[in-house]
């Protein structure tokens, strides 16, 4: 039987999409060719990566807005490296709210002054920072829209009159936001979109070519625009599945359609979360992340028994993060309700048996 899958990361995609893809390693749109051994080139993958790059601006409503859609390589790690290559003149402010802000930060001080305005470092990153203020004299205002490993998420963007970058790579077409508050998104595809391989960058074009320095070509977003993702060998099948989730995505309803989904997933699993005597939260209430749900074991409570039950029930992917310890379990878009539900059942029975 199929496993309940809760990984952070490669993590679930729609089981239609499985068998899709698996189908068009045999047999590309009845090209008799397996999608692994064609040309990026050939006027069918050019469709396919116009369409993934059509369907990221159309879930995010950023259509005829002066944004481009990109599928580049490196993860989400190299845009760390890529924003500010493109964007950090003389000084940038982030955010810091966990591991992945720390590392965006860490590379962008090789380019210039980094002010870091707020940081929920002192708390082991279990709330969001708020009331802070961002130097109008900035290049721009980075800030990770949801915080992985630590399970929160920001249910508010500050407003600011420089540009805005946000790391969206764990929670990118989950939600409904005015996405045209932000010049620039990105987001490895492995927890929301597709399979490790490929990053989504949505970048505003009125932003770029600011900068003093010379970019090397592969690190410019501009070769980029201009070679329509291809300037290299894009990652041919990471693209194509995740033209298909983004497809699946659309039949469903949408970004709006699925944030329903979404919220009642994180209602079910919080409120157990709260209710059983045997489990802690780790994130602030107010800040909870609904795509990834971390929690502890109450002191005392057995481990063993519990893990042994979540195994049984077929459960697989909610050991926690090593910095936070306990459980986090990622409940993205293509998780269904059901296997929520049957964690749940998990944690009542574990209450049951303890
Ligand atoms: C997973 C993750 C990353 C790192 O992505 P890579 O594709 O492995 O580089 C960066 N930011 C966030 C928010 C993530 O969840």
């Given amino acids: 039987m199929k496993k309940h899958n809760f990984s952070a990361g ?20 009845n090209s008799n060719l397996s999608i692994l051994e064609i040309s990026h080139r050939s006027k069918d993958f050019i469709a396919v990566m116009d369409t993934a790059c059509e369907l990221a601006l159309e879930h ?3 259509q005829n807005k002066g944004y481009k859609a ?22 940038a402010a982030y955010l810091n709210t ?6 965006a930060l860490k590379e962008a001080k090789l380019f210039g002054e980094v002010i870091e305005v707020a940081s929920s470092k002192d708390k082991n990153f279990n709330y969001v920072p708020k009331n802070y203020s961002i130097p109008t004299d900035a290049d721009y205002f980075h800030c990770t829209s949801n915080n992985t490993i630590f399970g929160t998420q920001l249910n508010h963007f500050p407003t600011t009159q420089i540009p805005m970058v946000c790391d969206m790579s764990s929670d990118i077409f989950s939600r409904v936001l005015d996405f045209s508050k932000f010049d620039l998104i990105y987001a490895g595809a492995q927890k929301n979109m597709g399979p490790a391989g490929t990053t989504l960058v ?20 501009r070769t980029h625009i201009t070679a329509e993702s291809m300037f290299n060998t894009p990652s041919v099948f990471a ?7 983004l497809e699946w995505l659309k039949n469903l309803g ?7 989904t979404n919220t009642q997933k994180a209602e079910i699993l919080y409120s157990e979360i709260d209710r059983n005597p045997l489990f802690v939260g780790f994130a602030e209430k107010e800040d909870r992340s609904k795509m990834n749900v971390t929690f502890n074991l109450t002191e005392g409570a057995n481990q063993e028994l519990f893990d042994s039950l979540w195994k049984e029930a077929g459960i697989s ?21 059901e296997s929520v539900q049957v964690l749940v059942d998990a944690m009542k029975e574990f209450e049951r048996k303890s």
């Fill in 239 to 245: 693209v194509y599945v995740s033209m298909l989730t």
């Fill in 254 to 260: 949408g970004v709006a359609a699925i944030e329903k």
């Fill in 60 to 62: 995010l409503n950023l």
């Fill in 70 to 91: 990109l599928f580049l390589q490196g993860g989400a790690s190299t845009q760390f490296l890529m924003v500010a290559y493109n964007l950090l003149n003389h000084k």
């Fill in 10 to 29: 490669p993590s679930i995609l729609p089981q239609e999409v499985f068998k899709k893809s698996a189908d068009a390693i045999l047999n590309f749109n």
């Fill in 317 to 337: 992917g909610i050991n926690g993060h090593r910095s936070v310890g306990g459980y986090r379990a990622s409940i993205y878009n293509a998780m269904p309700i």
């Fill in 98 to 103: 966990g591991t992945w802000s720390t590392k």
């Fill in 202 to 221: 949505v970048v505003k074009e009125d932003i770029l070519g600011k900068i003093e320095r010379t970019i090397p070509s592969i690190m410019d977003y």
